[in-house]
């Protein structure tokens, strides 16, 4: 199974909104709500920031948001902070009970 | 509070084995499952192995061929991955995480230690 595809980097101004895509397949993404993102800071291990596509752990801003539509999901950060700048992954459950990663996005804050 | 820390990384040669320790703490380990995901310094995420709280269900990334086994202590609060034939490909830093998903669908890495660098070199 290969990655989920996602854009390798995004740039944004304080306080703009911007947004990275996850694209996978029928075998994932397009079949389960079982999406989720992290946020990894260098150096860092990752941090859950949305799960089951579209909720929010206790804590998470509610500048993260997600969707999905058909076969990818989305990641939106509204209000961007110099802080956002950071590694984005997105995760699928597949049909055989695995957990597919993207690619990762590299958010740079101008 | 909530702890993972993981153990058993280091220098190993190509073809040997290794195996690395995760130690939960802070919560009632044996009802959570417990991932292992492993990235290559610089690179993305990668994820390579779950082990279920029902204590006995496991799953592997395809991309393992088989050599990597997962065992359970829910007594010492532990999680093992015995790493085997280990190519220079292995090279990552190694997490465990922990599964806050009540439905076993792997979406709530809620919980992560801190990663042990596994080094695969002759």
């Known amino acids: 199974q290969s990655a989920l595809t996602q854009p390798a980097s995004v740039s944004g101004s304080p306080g703009q909104s911007i947004t990275i895509s996850c694209t996978g397949t029928?075998?994932?993404?397009?079949?389960?709500?079982?999406v989720s993102w992290y946020q990894q800071h260098p150096g860092k291990a990752p941090k859950l920031i949305i799960f089951d596509v579209s909720n929010r752990p206790s804590g998470i801003s509610n500048r993260f948001s997600g969707s999905k539509s058909g076969n990818t999901a989305y990641l939106t950060i509204s209000g961007l902070r110099t802080e956002d700048e950071a590694d984005y992954y997105c995760?699928?459950?597949?049909?055989?009970?695995?957990?597919?990663f993207g690619g990762g996005t590299k958010l740079t804050v101008l | 509070q909530v702890q993972l820390v993981e153990s058993g990384g280091g220098v190993v040669q190509p073809g040997r084995s290794l195996r690395l320790s995760c130690a939960g703490s802070?919560?009632?380990?044996?009802?959570?499952?417990i991932h292992w995901v492993r990235q290559v310094p610089g690179k993305g995420l990668e994820w390579v192995a779950v082990?279920?709280?029902?204590?006995?269900?496991?799953y592997y990334a395809d991309s393992l061929k088989g050599r990597f086994t997962l065992s359970r202590d829910n007594y010492r609060n532990m999680v093992y991955l015995e790493m085997s034939s280990l190519t220079a490909e292995d090279t990552a830093v190694y997490y465990c995480?922990?599964?806050?998903?009540?439905?076993?669908?792997?979406?709530?890495?809620?919980?992560w230690g801190q990663g042990t660098l596994v080094t695969v070199s002759s």
């Open positions: 082990f279920w709280s029902d204590g006995h269900t496991t």
């Open positions: 802070g919560f009632t380990f044996r009802n959570y499952g």
């Open positions: 995760s699928s459950f597949t049909s055989t009970r695995t957990l597919l």
């Open positions: 029928t075998s994932d993404v397009g079949s389960y709500n079982y």
């Open positions: 995480a922990r599964d806050d998903d009540p439905t076993t669908h792997y979406s709530q890495f809620a919980f």
